[in-house]
Structure formats: structure tokens, C-alpha cells
């Protein structure tokens, strides 16, 4: 602690009194220094005898007798003194002429310190001393060059140690350059050392206080019952520490109660604890919070866990609260709770520890138990992209009457192609109340099944009243409402549906984030933008999610999006590499109906980069579950239209003609077939040089209407690259353009909030930028390596148009050649990002 206190030097209040002490000619000085367990009174003291002995005054460092008159008193641990001593301290510090100097811990109850602390504070305020701040202890760990420590080790320092001298000294010698561990594990170790000093009372109350701020001397009095008196002065002990201090960190705080109870023992530890319990409930005043800390330090108690159960059924909406709080209440002796659990650890997005709370309850003799068991087990599998196992689990488990997991039962077992199966899990009648949630759960169930048996019309009113449901369920599905909406509305081509639902969600989810389900409905969110021309704002959401924490169903949405979104940019190698990415995830995932959507986007970019062998078991898969399902409209049609897409680009028209009826077929059922089938026959006649002004404008302002944007801009495109005449060719350029336009003007979601007024949006070009907006263009597409042709068809521009901007901006560069206007676009471009 020498070492420390000379490194930071002594506080400024305390070298105030070392110059009053050794002032010429000296004066009568009275100073007092307080603080907790090794925050440097002693080190301050030591230094003030010094400096005094070093001017020839006489010290004592002992309470002087009746007849003793030293020129200096320097009192270390006053309050150690008993009161008579306090008492006679106190009254040499009121005499005028006398220098008295002493350290104290805080002990405010204490009557006698108080009346010392009193005289001296009419002289002086008194010198506080405490834990040191982030910046004191980067100091202190500078090496001797002054370069200051890691950020990440401050960081540490001050969680371990709170910033308390002792500790941080201790830390700070240990080593050099300490991991996380040794930080933790030296200042626990010292942490215990120095609390052996303590008496048993102390410690006793000292445990006790480390369990909540909240805790005071009623609560400690009825614990350890004793007197009010004695337990007030056993709080005032334990807080004049300085180790409970409201300032520390909650994990400092479990830190002081876990040495605590090392060095009294287990047994006294949980004697403490299952007294203050017994008294906490007693009294009526057993908090949420100790609660939890109780039953986690192994204490079993019926009131205990019913306590903890009331707080974990209120806080649904933490569900990473209510599965602590669930799992501390099974600790606590209520079994009967382990569903609610693995429903709380799955809402929290901890699928493996919730799958791994449903393998006991599997074999469960209470049927609730074990229907709730395949419930959370089978919407993990789901999660985790393998709906076969979930379908597995819901035939074992047989029709259920209660309306959650028959809701649940009827998702998966349609999503895997038995709608037989689906139907008679619905039919089961409910034996339970019809409370909100089992209503919306039977509607959106319900609606489901209408989807494949009949036209989405009917289906979306149903979707539609399951929404309208304020539902914050406490009981996993599948799949969540919101998603289902949303993809039943993007198969059917109902945009405007697709993305109210599903935006609604993602601007809850910002205030009220879903650990489980919210990657699930940002990805649907982007691919919505994708699908009608965003492209920015497709990337930008997915840009925002950490793949790291995907799990498999959402992991090939994200590969499929970034495949769609690089096909769609003209982006060759991005292709590749997010097909393969993608394709590597389908290789252990199990295809259902609600993964066509990316299935499909992967077909058309196999048929780009040749690669449609690889997919085959997965198509015929797709196609399999359609077939059982009686080839729904509603769910078919979108992979019919990529079927469309894979076969033009493969350049086999065989391979389009089946997909091509199939879509004919539909049409009378469904009018976003009837406008698919009318685009792929334009498409077909454009690429065979048969344009058709009209046409192409019904046809691409009929996929827009649908949702469809960027492939209504990339027929329209098409056909003004195929158009003989130039006339033509620029109303197809003009379509596309005004099509994009359109789009971006609704681009935003649904009551999304309005850009600041000169807030730009994407990438704003730079007030310096030589370039124009357009010219940027270009040039960004231009050093992908694109060709003028290429060029012209993303900006619905022609290709002598890209020849003109490419020679105005060599102009504009003064490059005297080709390869110098690359390069400096290169680093123009690179130094702007």
C-alpha cells in the first residue's frame, strides 16, 4: 500500500494539512482522516508523522496519559478505541492549543467516534478517502515509460476491485500485464484475506449486506435476532467497510458476499441465509430480487419459489429475466415449474439450454409436462431448421386439446406437406380456457390451413384476426404469428400486407427486442425491400445482423438475401460466394414450406452460375411437400416464377414450359399467378426480340403492383436491350426508371419516421466530388469490371449513354488514358468511403 499511495500521491486535502503541520512557526492543527478497509488512512498517517518527526516535533502515536502534553497526536484506527478513550481523544481535539491527527472508519453510529469526529470537524472538514476513479488507476498501471495500460484492463481492474486501494495494489503487483482471470482471481483472493481480520458479528452482517442494498438494521435484527441497538451497530460496521457500497457494481457486490461466505463457512453461510429467508417472509418484505439471489445460493423453500414464480410470470416481457427467474424457482423446490422454464429459455434465444430442459420432460407422466416438452423441443427445431424432427415429435405426441400446442402442431405439420395430420390437430377440442392467446393461436392456425385449401382472400381475413390480437406470448411457437403473416402474404403477392405486419414488428422489436424471433423478422423485413427494389435498404439491414448469432433457419434467409441482393447488382463473385455460402447451410437443413422463398432465389442463381445439379434434392423436396399440400396458389406460385427465371437463364426453354402451366393453371385461383404467367410469356417473347411496348408496361407495372419491383425494372430493362428500334428501346428505359422511382418514394417502412430536414439518405456523394451523381454511378460499376452494356442495364441507361459519361469523366479526371482514369477513380472513389 506504501507503493500505491507514493505512486498517486497523497490527496490534496492531506498535503494541506502536512504544510499546516510543518507551517513556521507551527500552529495547533486538527485534522481527521476517514475512509473504508484499505483505502490508505494508514499510508496518509504515516506520511504526516514523517513529515512532522522531519521538523523535530514530537509525535505520539498513542492516546497520551492525564499529565502527558506531546506536540503532536497521530491516532491511527480511532475507532478500534473503546468509548472512554474516544472520549478523552475527543476532548484533548477541542482544546485550542493541542494537534491532534486521527484515521477512522466511518462508523456514524457510534456516539463516542461521533463526538470526536465532531470536535475536529469544527476545525476541519474531514479528508475522505475512497475508491479511485479509472483514470487513477490507468496511472497506476502505466509502465515506466508512462505508456498507459490496455483499456481492456482498466475495464477489468475497476470490476474486480471497485477501485479500492488495497485491491488494486494487490492486482497491480501481481503482475505485469494480468489476464482477465488473474485480475479476478488476485482480487478475491486479497478480497478474503483481509476479511479473516474481521470479527464473526462483522462478517455475519457483512454477509447479509452484500445481498442487497435494500437490507438494514430491522431486517439484520430479525435475522440474527438480536437487539435493535446491536444490529444497527453491526450495519454501521459492515457499511463503514466500504465493501457495500450502493456506488459498487452488482458483480463487486456477489464478489464481497462470496468471500464473505468462504471464510464464515457453508454452514453458517446457509444458516444466515435460510434465517433471513425464514424472517424476510415473516415480516412480509421478501424482495423479487433477493429472492433470486437466495434460491441461486441453493437455498429450497415452497414460499421461496412461490415468490419468484409470481415475478417470473410478470416479467414476460424480459424473457432473459424470466428464465433466470424460472430456473431459480425449479432450484428452489418447484419441479412442477420446468415447462415455464424451457418456454422462458427459448423466448431468450437459448434454444440448446431449452432443448436440453425438454429431453426429461419428454418422458414426463403428466401429459401437460410432456406436451408443453414437444412444443418448445419441436419450435426449437423448427428454429434450427430442421421442421422434420419437429413434425416427428408432434406425431408422437398425437392430437393435444389445448389450443398453443395444437396451433403449434398445425405450423409444423403443414410446413412439412400433411395437411391430413394439420387438421386433426386443430380439430382437437380445447380443454382450456378461451383466454386471448388461445384464441389467436386457433386463428392464425386456422388461417394457415385456409392458405393451402383455399384462396388467400379467406386466409388473410383469418391471418388478419389472429394479428389483431394484442399477443405477448409466454409459450413458443414454431414459427412467430408475425412471420407467418408475412410469409403467407409474400408467397401470395400481397406486398402492402408483407410489409405493415412485418415492419410493425421490427419497430417493436428496437424498443422490445425478441431474442428469438427478431433476427427472423428483420431478415423477412429486408428480403420484403429486395423483392421490390431496395436494394440499399435490403443490404443495410442485413449488414446490421451479426451472423455469428444466427441459427440455421435464419442463417439461409441471410446467405439467400445476400445471393439475391448480388444476382440483382450484377455482382458475379459476390454470387458465387453467397450461393455456396448458402448452399452449404441447405446441405443440414431440412426444407419445409416456409424456406421456399430462399430456395427459390438460390434456384435462379444456380441457373446463373450453372449450377442447378446442386440443388436438385432440395427442389424435388420443395416440390414434394407442394404436391401433398394439392399444389396450393398461395404457396406454389413463387417457385413456379423462380422455376420461370432458372430456365431463361439456363437457356432452356423446356425447362420453363412446366412452370410456365403450372402458372397458367393458377391463374384462375390467384391474380398474382394470372400476372406472373403474363410477365413470363412477355419475358420469353423479349428475349426472343418480340417487344411489344404495351405488353412490357402491363407486364412490369403488373409485377411491381405484386411486390416485384426489381424484376418489373429488369424486364423492363430487357426489353429495352432487346427493342430494334431506339424509340422503343428509351419508353422500355423510361418504364424501368419510373418504376424505381415509384418503388423508392415508398421505400421506407410503413410509419417509419421522416428524415431530418438535409438529412440525405444511402451514400451522399461529397460536396468536393468532381463527379456528378450519375457520372458516380458509372464509375462504381465501371471498376467491378462491368461492361458498358451491363452498365446500362442496372441504370436503365443505354449503353451509348455509359460511353458518353465514361468520356466526360476521363475529361473531367484529365486521365490521358484508360487505365490512369481507373486508377484515379480508384483512389477517389476508396479515399471518399
Not at 167 to 174: F, K, M, R
Not at 430 to 450: E, H, W
Not at 713 to 727: C, N, Y
Request: charged fraction near 20%; charge should be negative.
Amino acid at each position: 500500500m506504501t507503493e500505491l499511495v507514493a505512486l498517486q500521491s497523497l490527496p490534496a486535502a492531506a498535503k494541506v494539512v502536512v504544510d499546516a503541520l510543518t507551517a513556521t512557526p507551527p500552529g495547533p492543527v486538527k485534522a481527521l482522516v476517514t475512509g473504508g478497509v484499505g483505502t490508505g488512512k494508514s499510508t496518509v498517517l504515516a506520511a504526516i508523522r514523517e513529515a512532522m518527526r522531519a521538523t523535530g516535533a514530537a509525535v505520539s502515536t498513542r492516546l497520551p496519559g492525564p499529565q502527558e502534553r506531546p506536540a503532536v497526536v497521530v491516532i491511527d484506527d480511532a475507532h478500534l478505541l473503546g468509548p472512554e478513550e474516544l472520549s478523552r481523544l475527543a476532548e484533548l481535539a477541542g482544546a485550542p492549543d493541542s494537534t491532534v491527527v486521527a484515521a477512522a472508519e466511518p462508523r456514524e453510529s457510534d456516539e463516542a467516534l461521533r463526538a470526536l469526529v465532531t470536535a475536529i470537524e469544527r476545525e476541519r472538514p474531514r479528508i475522505t478517502l475512497g475508491p479511485l476513479a479509472a483514470a487513477d488507476v490507468s496511472r497506476l498501471l502505466a509502465d515506466p515509460s508512462g505508456h498507459p495500460p490496455r483499456g481492456e484492463l482498466v475495464t477489468n481492474m475497476m470490476v474486480a476491485t471497485a477501485g479500492i486501494p488495497f485491491l488494486v495494489s494487490a492486482v497491480a503487483d501481481s503482475a505485469r500485464h494480468p489476464s482477465p482471470n488473474t485480475v479476478a482471481q488476485t482480487a478475491f483472493f486479497t478480497l478474503i484475506e483481509r476479511l479473516r481480520r474481521l470479527a464473526e458479528p462483522e462478517l455475519d452482517a457483512l454477509l447479509v449486506c452484500s445481498l442487497s442494498y435494500d437490507l438494514g438494521a430491522a431486517d439484520l435484527a430479525a435475522a440474527l435476532a438480536v437487539p435493535a441497538e446491536r444490529a444497527q451497530l453491526l450495519v454501521d460496521r459492515a457499511r463503514a467497510t466500504g465493501l457495500v457500497e450502493p456506488s459498487h457494481s452488482p458483480h463487486f457486490l456477489r464478489s464481497v458476499h462470496r468471500a464473505a461466505a468462504q471464510v464464515v463457512g457453508n454452514a453458517r453461510h446457509r444458516e444466515l441465509e435460510t434465517s433471513l429467508l425464514r424472517s424476510q417472509i415473516d415480516m412480509s418484505t421478501l424482495s423479487p430480487a433477493l429472492a433470486l439471489r437466495l434460491a441461486e445460493h441453493g437455498v429450497r423453500d415452497q414460499q421461496l419459489a412461490d415468490v419468484l414464480r409470481e415475478q417470473a410470470a410478470a416479467g414476460r416481457g424480459d424473457p432473459a429475466s424470466a428464465a433466470r427467474l424460472y430456473r431459480a424457482a425449479v432450484d428452489a423446490g418447484a419441479a412442477e415449474l420446468r415447462p415455464e422454464l424451457a418456454d422462458a429459455l427459448a423466448r431468450s434465444g437459448d434454444c440448446a439450454a431449452a432443448a436440453g430442459e425438454t429431453d426429461d420432460l419428454l418422458g414426463s407422466a403428466d401429459p401437460r409436462e410432456r406436451a408443453a416438452a414437444v412444443r418448445v423441443a419441436a419450435s426449437m427445431a423448427a428454429h434450427t431448421g430442421n421442421s422434420a424432427q419437429a413434425a416427428e415429435l408432434f406425431t408422437w405426441l398425437g392430437p393435444y386439446p389445448e389450443a398453443v400446442v395444437s396451433a403449434a402442431a398445425t405450423i409444423v405439420l403443414t410446413s412439412v406437406g400433411d395437411a391430413a395430420a394439420a387438421a386433426a390437430a386443430l380439430a382437437a377440442a380445447d380443454a382450456g380456457p378461451p383466454t386471448a392467446a388461445s384464441r389467436a393461436a386457433r386463428t392464425l392456425a386456422d388461417g394457415l390451413l385456409t392458405t393451402v385449401s383455399g384462396p388467400y382472400s379467406a386466409a388473410a381475413t383469418k391471418l388478419g384476426q389472429a394479428m389483431a390480437v394484442e399477443y405477448s406470448a409466454a409459450q413458443v411457437l414454431p414459427d412467430s404469428p408475425v412471420a407467418v403473416v408475412t410469409l403467407a402474404a409474400l408467397h401470395a403477392g400481397d406486398p402492402v400486407r408483407a410489409r405493415s405486419v412485418i415492419s410493425r414488428a421490427v419497430r417493436a422489436g428496437r424498443d422490445n427486442p425478441d431474442p428469438l424471433y427478431g433476427h427472423r423478422h428483420r431478415l423477412l423485413l429486408a428480403w420484403a425491400k429486395m423483392q421490390d427494389g431496395h436494394l440499399a435498404g435490403a443490404g443495410s439491414d442485413l449488414a446490421s445482423i451479426d451472423d455469428a448469432a444466427l441459427q440455421r433457419r435464419d442463417a439461409l434467409w441471410a446467405a439467400a438475401l445476400r445471393t439475391a441482393i448480388a444476382r440483382r447488382g450484377g455482382d458475379t463473385g459476390a454470387v458465387h460466394k453467397h450461393w455456396y455460402a448458402a448452399v452449404e447451410v441447405l446441405a443440414e437443413y431440412s426444407v419445409d414450406l416456409f424456406s421456399l422463398l430462399p430456395l427459390g432465389e438460390l434456384w435462379v442463381a444456380s441457373a446463373r452460375i450453372r449450377q442447378q445439379d446442386r440443388l436438385a434434392p432440395a427442389l424435388e423436396q420443395a416440390f414434394a411437400i407442394l404436391s401433398a399440400l394439392g399444389n396450393p396458389p398461395t404457396w406454389s406460385v413463387p417457385l413456379h416464377w423462380a422455376g420461370v427465371h432458372a430456365g431463361i437463364l439456363a437457356g432452356d426453354p423446356g425447362a420453363v414450359t412446366p412452370h410456365g402451366q403450372a402458372l397458367a393453371a393458377a391463374a384462375a385461383h390467384s391474380p398474382f399467378a394470372k400476372a406472373l404467367a403474363g410477365a413470363g410469356r412477355t419475358w420469353l417473347r423479349v428475349l426472343a426480340n418480340q417487344v411489344d411496348a404495351d405488353e412490357v408496361n402491363t407486364a412490369s407495372h403488373s409485377l411491381a403492383q405484386f411486390g416485384l419491383t426489381s424484376d418489373a425494372t429488369r424486364l423492363a430493362g430487357q426489353a429495352a436491350l432487346q427493342a430494334s428500334d431506339p424509340k422503343v428501346s428509351g419508353l422500355m428505359l423510361q418504364i424501368a426508371r419510373d418504376l424505381k422511382v415509384a418503388a423508392g418514394e415508398g421505400g421506407e417502412e410503413p410509419g417509419a419516421p421522416a428524415p431530418e430536414p438535409g438529412s440525405g439518405t444511402g451514400h451522399a456523394r461529397p460536396t468536393s466530388s468532381p463527379l456528378s451523381d450519375r457520372e458516380r454511378e458509372v464509375a462504381e460499376l465501371l471498376l467491378m469490371g462491368m461492361p458498358y452494356r451491363d452498365i446500362g442495364a442496372q441504370l436503365f441507361i443505354s449503353a451509348k449513354t455509359v460511353e458518353h459519361h465514361v468520356a466526360r469523366i476521363r475529361r473531367r479526371l484529365g486521365a490521358e488514358s484508360r487505365s490512369e482514369m481507373l486508377s484515379m477513380l480508384r483512389a477517389m472513389l476508396t479515399s471518399e468511403a
